[in-house]
């Protein structure tokens, strides 16, 4: 089974993609399902038709789902959450507020990810395509299992059978014991965060796809998702670049939009690089409804697959050493053009004398570098070395 997850700032396109790449993957004959958690119930809004909390069958081949987060909270985590309140409240916190501490960050968006475990193992499909989530943030939770991972199990499973002496501990240390069903409930969760690393980590079977607008701030908030996602271990196969005005439209007074989204797709051709690069014109009307995801499906896919593997590889490495961290991101750039690495806050500016004059690609930084300082860089082999060395104060 294939998971296709589609990814980037909102109102970008993610949904009516989603929809698109079901759609076109359902004409071809695999069975496909929608995953939504968007509160707003966009699915129903694009397919124009009602869409529950069970896959509700939208054509021949295609399936779509919408997650209610609140009863996956009450299912899933309700027990857990509810003991993290009750030690809130009784370190004497207000009721409403020990709630909202325990719910987790990212809550909705991590949710539906851990849906596409429910159903990828209750088979049945060819794929799974979701149409929010990951921001890099939703996607570090992936990562709690593996950082706690064994010593988390041992611990609750310690406390497990401690339970009886943490109850009779309660009055003196007022927190409140956790019950075997806690204990259980995290255990469950654990147990769901690590399958659902092993799915997404996958290459074969996952593919994180990147979608924006030719614009400033989707595409830096893409770039950062883009680095997380690779650095985490998750295969980006593909980005989408949507809206973008069609040549025929000529009215002067969209020059300006076409001047700066031109100047974008060149940079978003450099930020997502070896990615190959859809893009989707900026229909006459909002894209919805099942004859114009129709259509869109068939612009953005032809006769290709739209579920095969478009990419495989790691466009960025972290070495981290006692000295520092060196990190090598795959560029277009040739060894024999120059290249200038400056640090502009949080992000890398990248300068590079090409025989089509300056080219500029910023690059986020991950978080363990803000406490280094930039060194050197060197273009090796089509690949960007970039040393860092730890500050010591
Ligand atoms: N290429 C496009 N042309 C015209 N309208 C579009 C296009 N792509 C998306 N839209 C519209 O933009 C809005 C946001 O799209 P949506 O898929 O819901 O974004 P997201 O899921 O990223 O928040 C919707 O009203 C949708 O119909
Ligand atoms: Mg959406």
Not at 114 to 138: C, M, N, Q, R, W
Request: proline share 6%.
């Amino acid at each position: 089974m294939r998971v296709i997850v589609y990814t980037g700032k909102g109102g970008t396109g993610k949904s009516t993609i989603s929809c698109a790449t079901g759609i076109k993957a359902a004409e071809q004959g695999r069975d496909v399902l929608v995953i939504s958690s968007d509160p707003a119930h966009t699915l129903m809004e694009l397919f124009e038709v009602n869409i529950g909390p069970k896959p509700t069958k939208i054509s021949d081949h295609l399936w779509a789902v919408q997650v209610d987060p609140i009863q996956e909270v009450r299912e899933k985590y309700g027990v857990i959450q509810e003991y993290v309140a009750a030690v809130f409240k009784a370190k004497g916190l207000e009721e409403t507020l020990a709630y909202e501490l325990a719910s987790l960050p990212n809550m909705t968006p991590f949710l539906s990810l851990l849906k596409v475990v429910d159903y990828f193992e209750e088979g049945g499909y060819d794929a799974l395509i979701l149409d929010t989530v990951p921001s890099g943030e939703a996607l570090k939770n992936l990562y709690l299992p593996s950082l706690f991972g064994s010593i988390s199990r041992k611990i609750l499973r310690l406390a497990g059978s401690l339970v009886g002496a943490a109850k009779l501990m309660e009055p003196i240390v007022k927190i409140p014991a956790p019950s075997k069903e806690v204990i259980r409930a995290d255990l469950k969760l654990l147990e769901k965060l690590e399958k659902l690393k092993a799915i997404l980590t996958d290459p074969k079977t996952s593919s994180l796809r990147l979608v924006a607008n030719p614009d400033f701030f989707s595409l830096s908030n893409l770039r950062r998702a883009y680095m997380t996602a690779s650095l985490y271990n998750v295969n980006v196969d593909l980005a989408v670049i949507n809206k973008v005005i069609p040549d025929e439209v000529v009215d002067p007074y969209f020059e300006e939009w076409r001047r700066s989204q031109a100047k974008y797709l060149a940079e978003a051709e450099v930020a997502f690089y070896p990615l190959p690069i859809k893009k989707v014109r900026l229909y006459r009307g909002e894209l919805r409804g099942l004859d114009m995801l129709k259509t869109c499906g068939g612009e953005l896919f032809g006769d290709e697959d739209p579920l095969k593997v478009y990419y495989e590889g790691r466009p960025f490495r972290l070495e981290v050493t006692e000295e520092g961290m060196e990190l090598v991101v795959k560029t277009p750039f040739l060894d024999k053009e120059r290249c200038e690495v400056e640090r502009v806050g949080e992000e890398l500016m990248i300068k590079v004398d090409t025989e089509v004059g300056e080219v500029r690609s910023f690059i986020p930084l991950p978080s363990i570098a803000y406490c280094m300082r930039l060194d050197r860089a060197k273009l090796i082999e089509g690949e960007l070395h970039i040393y860092f060395a730890r500050e010591f104060s």
